[in-house]
């Protein structure tokens, strides 16, 4: 079986550059020879930023990236040179990467929007040098800073597609069906379970040249946030939807309870999409006539729109298009944006499940091995004192 091309979970260790050290030199040349101090200041170590990339879908690029290293700043010479500074590193990443760090699973930053800039690790700062510390009274001091050490974090990047309607329903619900039928999008569609093993997303057309955005996760069963089927793994693509369609098929024996066994793992895995809006649609009704229709209607919840559809016939897709065009310019629906204090409310259980599911898929814990030795710093008070 080909391995798929859609990532969206990495670990990698990333280390800024640490800062150069500042020169201690005293001008002493024949033709003046009280000359003074002249050590220029060391470089700054470089900085790694994160930037949003609307051209990456996913973080295939960087799943065999497992070290990014800045540059360290150069140290100062003689005559008040100044030491270059450390080369930036920008890591380009897909709209919608949230980065943990992996050692406390701490929230450390959200990258939402094409161009963003988010500073990952700062470089260090490079050293002072002698020539900064002439006074009238210490005309020719003999020492100089060190630069700044060096940030470490090992980095845990996690994707959440951003899209406007996201599709929640049990396996062969007709989810794929449906956005074959309303977008450009071509997912796998067959006639048995977990045909879909990634998301896709698709742009829908509306009218006046308006659009929206579907996002399709693979199906879900009842006990997914307790990690069967495919688990959680998928879930947290729909956190960042602006809506939730519920899709069940006609034929099912119980059309709302099995909506909500999908309403009751969302719960489990995240309490805030019930915050959600939600529109109920009810799929394969090409099987169902009129009167049929009519009398399942009568059973269904009262609190959210209800759409009966068939993907294939074309059967009340006009409807649905409609009904989720009103849901997502209501004054009501707010783009549920998910906070650092909100991830920390089912950040352990996230996180430690999907290490868990990593675990038995075959991904060992990576170990890291410095390209280099790490110089020993020594714990000064004011400034280390050095001579050329």
Not at 93 to 106: L, N, Q, S
Not at 210 to 230: H, N, R, T, W
Request: glycine share 10%; net charge negative; charged share 30%.
């Amino acid at each position: 079986m080909a391995e798929s091309n859609f990532v969206d979970y990495v670990k990698i260790k990333c280390r800024s550059g640490k800062g150069g050290k500042g020169s201690m030199h005293l001008r002493h040349v024949k033709y003046n020879p009280n000359g003074g101090p002249d050590g220029g200041d060391g470089g700054r170590g470089g900085n790694i930023y994160l930037r949003g990339n609307h051209n990456y879908w996913t973080l295939l690029h960087l799943k065999f990236q497992r070290h990014i290293f800045a540059e360290h700043g150069g140290n100062g010479g003689r005559d008040k040179c100044h030491g270059t500074d450390g080369k930036d590193i920008y890591i380009d990443v897909p709209c919608g990467t949230v980065v943990y760090d992996a050692e406390t699973g701490k929230y450390v930053c959200d990258v939402m929007h094409d161009g963003q800039v988010v500073m990952l690790l700062k470089g260090g700062r490079g050293g002072l040098g002698n020539y900064q510390f002439r006074t009238a009274t210490n005309q020719a001091p003999r020492y100089a800073q060190p630069g700044e050490p060096m940030q470490e974090m090992t980095v845990i990047m996690e994707l959440k597609l951003l899209a406007d309607v996201g599709l929640v329903g049990f396996p062969n619900a007709g989810k794929s069906t449906l956005l074959s039928a309303l977008s450009s999008a071509r997912p796998k569609i067959a006639n048995y379970p977990f045909t879909t093993l990634e998301p896709s997303l698709g742009i829908v057309a509306y009218r006046d040249n308006q659009s929206f955005v579907m996002a399709d996760i693979p199906g879900i069963i009842e006990g997914a946030s307790e990690g069967k089927g495919l688990g959680l793994r998928f879930l947290r693509h729909i956190e960042r939807n602006s809506l939730l369609l519920f899709m069940v098929p006609g034929d099912t024996d119980d059309i709302k309870r099995e909506y909500e066994i999908l309403l009751n793992e969302l719960s489990n895995f995240n309490p805030e999409m019930l915050d959600k809006h939600r529109v109920l649609a009810v799929t394969k009704c090409d099987l169902l006539d009129d009167e049929l229709i009519e009398m399942l209607r009568e059973t269904l919840p009262d609190d959210l729109p209800v759409v009966f559809i068939s993907s294939v016939t074309g059967f009340g897709i006009d409807e649905l298009k409609d009904v989720l065009w009103r849901e997502l310019n209501s004054e009501s629906n707010k783009l549920q944006s998910i906070t650092a204090e909100d991830t920390l409310v089912h950040r352990d259980k996230d996180m430690s499940r999907f290490a868990a599911e990593m675990m038995a898929e075959g991904e060992d814990d990576i170990e890291f091995i410095d390209e280099e030795d790490i110089e020993d710093i020594e714990e000064l008070e004011d400034f280390e004192y050095e001579e050329d």
